[in-house]
């Protein structure tokens, strides 16, 4: 049988499952691409560390030049996180003739342009199916399944790191620190987590899908973003009471003034599918204007469902699918963005609003003054009553809001902020209905 050498830059624990797929399956890549995907080369940065998965004689060494020197390599596995030495590295393959398959989603969301012009420029093409929602085959499905559809919104559970958490704080009542403890030790969170539980990691792969689907040209950073890592266990428990479960969620959604972007703690009904989301699963439901409500769902990290990612990758490239989706998608071109993100403050929505109230006359009437003059109208109210005595016993206020602005709440949250009878900060989420 016919074969095409491939190589993979970095054995960790994607490398590992890319290896191991390449390797111990590949009749299983051969039957679907043609011919043999024949792994020639691995390039890591210590060849001395100990790893999981066996490699033939002679493959394993630290020499980039293996791989970029060799004609015969016409597809590479970029495997390498964070941002440098990894774009230098992709620079350096795709100068080599090299076509190239990622998983690094920050550095596409932080450099795309720049690789994906050199790319161009080089007649090269770069694939990315694992940088977002690793298992779950979502970047090919907006790009060509979906492509008879205008895409009208964007609503996913991205990061699957928040989501155990949440799930465990929620299922058993422990509070963010302790969930977060029990992530990292299940391997789910890293030593510092701050990248997944504040939402940048969501708002990079949000950024990713806004481009695909909308043509957007809006850096990660520039999305608005709140994260879970102030998430009190009172508000999970208040959610549920009201009927909801609160999700890290990442929105993207087209308006006739532009696209509304964010990523925040959101409010969503038990019993649709995006509050069915447990555990470290991702999901994302897309609306076609043509097609209507799709649903995709499964592991968004983990060696096997990304390795899964990479290698229908590297198949697509090695048989040509890429290279002609490459050059017609046309991705993080200069051409001008075909839409432009809404401003936030006049982005719409009901809100969750949680107060610590002073238990006296006329609190009630100070914070709901205070919404009517900033148009915020309430649909529900829930004040338990207080577990102390005394006139300055604080209770909790929670409202829930009927459709009014982000600004308008952001400005109300702030007043109401300031009241003496007002004691902490107050909580203020997005309800998705």
Not at 93 to 104: Q, R
């Amino acid at each position: 049988m016919e074969k095409t050498q491939v190589a993979i830059v970095g054995l960790g624990t994607v490398g590992s499952g890319v290896a191991k797929l390449l390797l111990d399956y590949g009749d299983r890549t051969a039957r679907h691409a043609g011919r043999a995907l024949w792994l020639e080369e691995v390039v890591v940065r210590d060849v001395n560390k100990s790893r999981v998965c066996e490699l033939p004689a002679g493959i394993l060494s630290n020499d980039l030049s293996r791989i970029t020197r060799n004609p015969e390599i016409k597809v590479v596995a970029h495997l390498v996180g964070g941002l440098e030495p990894a774009r230098s590295i992709m620079l350096k393959l795709l100068e080599g003739g090299k076509d190239v398959v990622t998983a690094n989603k920050a550095l596409l969301a932080e450099h795309g342009p720049e690789l994906f012009d050199r790319a161009r420029a080089l007649g090269r093409s770069i694939a990315f199916e694992a940088s977002v929602a690793g298992g779950i085959p979502i970047i090919a499905n907006i790009s060509t399944c979906l492509s008879a559809n205008q895409i009208t919104s964007l609503h996913g559970i991205l990061n699957g790191t928040s989501n155990f958490i949440l799930t465990q704080m929620e299922d058993r009542g422990w509070d963010y620190a302790t969930a977060l403890a029990e992530a990292q030790r299940l391997g789910y969170a890293e030593a510092d987590p701050a990248m997944d539980v504040d939402g940048s990691d969501a708002a990079q792969k949000l950024a990713i899908l806004a481009h695909l689907a909308f043509g957007a040209r809006v850096h990660w950073r520039d999305i608005p973003r709140v994260g879970i890592d102030t998430l009190d266990g009172a508000d999970m428990r208040y959610a549920k009471e009201l009927g909801y479960r609160i999700k890290l969620l990442a929105v993207a959604k087209l308006e006739r003034d532009g696209l509304e972007l964010h990523v925040s703690p959101t409010l969503v009904r038990i019993g649709t599918p995006l509050a069915e989301v447990r555990s470290a699963n991702n999901a994302i439901r897309v609306v076609g204007d043509a097609v209507g409500p799709v649903f995709f769902h499964g592991l968004g990290a983990g060696q096997m469902p990304t390795a899964s990612a990479v290698v229908a990758d590297l198949i697509d490239t090695v048989v040509g699918r890429t290279a002609i989706t490459f050059k017609l998608l046309n991705l993080w071109s200069q051409q001008p963005p075909r839409v432009h993100p809404r401003d936030y403050s006049q982005v719409t929505g009901r809100f969750y609003l949680r107060f610590d109230v002073e238990d006296r006359p006329g609190v009630m009437a100070d914070i709901t003054g205070v919404l009517g003059r900033h148009g915020i109208s309430i649909a529900s109210v829930i004040q338990n009553e207080p577990s102390g005595d005394g006139a300055a016993s604080v209770v909790p206020l929670v409202i829930m809001t009927h459709t009014t602005t982000e600004g308008a709440t952001r400005a109300a949250m702030e007043e109401i902020n300031g009241l003496v009878c007002v004691h902490s900060r107050s909580v203020r989420m997005r309800v998705d209905d």
